[in-house]
């Protein structure tokens, strides 16, 4: 997930993240549905991860990158199924990162520019009912360090966002007996 490899696996969540000897000191993890595989470099259809899982980077355009793939570690566990079926689902999803983490910045390239629009009149309207990812994550009493953790992983700016290995550093994992 760090660029070593030449391919990206496209739908990261909950259904397709296996883990072996979960009990043991050296649980293995393992990632399935290996027909979400793509090409690192040179693909062009940038919108095939699932709204839910979704980086930033993605919805203004970019091609899928191992950042992006941080970001949906990060979002495993609380993905977005209660929008209104009449709403963009994309603009939704967007929405939904302002709430939770904050502003998205956008390339003003046209063929985006009616999402964000549409996630900021949400926001803006008061429609998407979430508070911030720390007051989401204190209603499930997520220990702080955990919070810390998500936070990381879901930093908005991929060039920033922690790789697999990084992440793997994280005070709160190290900690975890």
């Known amino acids: 997930m760090d660029g070593h490899f030449t391919a990206l696996h496209t ?12 009990d043991s000191p050296n649980p293995i993890v393992k990632l399935a549905d290996l027909g979400a595989i793509i090409p ?12 839910e899982i979704r980086a930033p980077e993605i919805w203004k355009g970019m091609l899928p990158r191992p950042p992006c793939q941080m970001w949906s570690v990060g979002v495993t566990d609380r993905r977005v199924q209660e929008f209104p079926l009449e709403v963009n ?25 009616l999402e964000f629009d549409l996630a900021e009149l949400f926001v803006n309207q008061g ?16 220990p702080e360090g ?14 920033t966002r922690p790789t697999a290995e990084q992440a793997l550093q994280h005070p709160w994992l190290r900690n975890l007996d």
């Open 89 to 113: 689902k994309s603009a939704w999803a967007i929405g939904k990162i302002i709430k939770l983490i904050g502003s998205v910045k956008r390339d003003e390239d046209p063929k985006y520019q």
């Open 11 to 22: 739908d990261i969540n909950p259904n397709n993240v296996l883990v072996s000897k979960a």
């Open 146 to 159: 955990c919070v810390d953790f998500i936070h990381h992983l879901l930093t908005i700016d991929d060039k």
């Open 127 to 142: 429609l998407i009912k979430v508070g911030t990812l720390e007051e989401e994550l204190a209603k499930v009493n997520a």
């Open 40 to 51: 690192s470099e040179g693909f062009d259809d940038f919108r095939l991860h699932g709204v």
